[in-house]
């Protein structure tokens, strides 16, 4: 395999601490290489069981509690959330997934969660639309304050979309230094967004997300479905040809439609 890329698959942690076990095993059997535990579809009460059946593996998790206001599911108040980021932080998973504005809001919270010493992955989620390149630039350099491990995920309205939020790369390559050590995961959600989810691995991203069955954002692809694209496209020699343009993004949303068409055919 010449494609380079790794798979975070995003799993929903309901309840039930049995249910939850069964979807880890099985994203990891079927090639996950992380798991992102959304801990925002658990009511607070049920959340130290979980946390026991998923602490063997939290060296490959991203745990989460997103807030309503960015996609999130939470059932609580924000104090209560609160709360279980702390306590999620307590059990150091590999990242801690934590809005930017949250952290921007509340520097105690901020503080606490390093103290514990556990890695931030700071957040930025737009529902509705991707801003430009410019404001996407200066977004991420706001968020790097905080981490160098950041995430960008925005609403992709036009194919053009894509570029702007794939333009993140370059930025990184021509103003932080490899030592600065950055982790930037930044793709698009939505139909015109695709291509970007899949290219977002091939122009930097040390990851990209993906449903174990149903999408936990607008057009997530599962585990699955991105395993075959990645590998169609090593087949065909895609590696060599990729770049943030036009051209390609146009290329990869072809190659996209034509592996899903076959494999639901
Ligand atoms: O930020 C992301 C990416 C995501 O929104 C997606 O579009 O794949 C899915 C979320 O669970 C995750 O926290």
Same mark, same amino acid.
């Given at each position: 395999?010449?494609?380079?890329?790794?798979?975070?698959?995003?799993?929903?942690?309901?309840?039930?601490?049995?249910?939850?076990?069964?979807?880890?095993?099985?994203?990891?059997?079927?090639?996950?290489?992380?798991?992102?535990?959304?801990?925002?579809?658990?009511?607070?009460?049920?959340?130290?069981?979980?946390?026991?059946?998923?602490?063997?593996?939290? +060296?490959?998790?991203?745990?989460?509690?997103?807030?309503?206001?960015?996609?999130?599911?939470?059932?609580?108040?924000?104090?209560?959330?609160?709360?279980?980021?702390?306590?999620?932080?307590?059990?150091?998973?590999?990242?801690?997934?934590?809005?930017?504005?949250?952290?921007?809001?509340?520097?105690?919270?901020?503080?606490?969660?390093?103290?514990?010493?556990?890695?931030?992955?700071?957040?930025?989620?737009?529902?509705?639309?991707?801003?430009?390149?410019?404001?996407?630039?200066?977004?991420?350099?706001?968020?790097?304050?905080?981490?160098?491990?950041?995430?960008?995920?925005?609403?992709?309205?036009?194919?053009?979309?894509?570029?702007?939020?794939?333009?993140?790369?370059?930025?990184?390559?021509?103003?932080?230094?490899?030592? +600065?050590?950055?982790?930037?995961?930044?793709?698009?959600?939505?139909?015109?967004?695709?291509?970007?989810?899949?290219?977002?691995?091939?122009?930097?991203?040390?990851?990209?997300?993906?449903?174990?069955?149903?999408?936990?954002?607008?057009?997530?692809?599962?585990?699955?479905?991105?395993?075959?694209?990645?590998?169609?496209?090593?087949?065909?020699?895609?590696?060599?040809?990729?770049?943030?343009?036009?051209?390609?993004?146009?290329?990869?949303?072809?190659?996209?439609?034509?592996?899903?068409?076959?494999?639901?055919?």
């Amino acid at each position: 395999m010449i494609i380079s890329y790794k798979i975070c698959t995003s799993i929903q942690a309901r309840d039930s601490s049995r249910s939850l076990a069964l979807d880890v095993a099985r994203a990891f059997n079927e090639g996950s290489d992380m798991v992102e535990v959304r801990f925002d579809y658990s009511s607070k009460e049920a959340i130290n069981d979980l946390l026991d059946v998923v602490m063997e593996h939290r +060296d490959r998790m991203i745990f989460t509690c997103r807030s309503r206001d960015e996609g999130g599911a939470f059932n609580g108040s924000e104090a209560e959330r609160l709360m279980v980021l702390k306590r999620l932080a307590s059990f150091r998973p590999m990242l801690l997934d934590v809005e930017y504005k949250t952290v921007e809001r509340d520097e105690e919270l901020y503080d606490h969660l390093r103290a514990l010493n556990c890695d931030l992955l700071i957040s930025y989620h737009d529902f509705n639309n991707t801003p430009s390149r410019n404001r996407l630039a200066e977004i991420m350099d706001g968020m790097l304050k905080y981490s160098r491990n950041v995430k960008i995920v925005t609403m992709a309205k036009s194919v053009e979309d894509n570029e702007s939020i794939l333009s993140l790369y370059d930025i990184i390559k021509d103003k932080y230094k490899k030592k +600065d050590g950055i982790q930037l995961v930044a793709f698009c959600m939505g139909e015109h967004g695709l291509a970007s989810r899949v290219l977002c691995t091939m122009l930097g991203a040390p990851y990209t997300y993906a449903a174990l069955d149903k999408p936990l954002a607008p057009s997530q692809l599962t585990l699955r479905q991105m395993r075959m694209i990645y590998k169609v496209m090593d087949e065909n020699g895609y590696a060599k040809s990729i770049r943030n343009d036009r051209y390609t993004i146009d290329m990869v949303a072809r190659l996209i439609g034509s592996v899903l068409h076959d494999m639901h055919g």
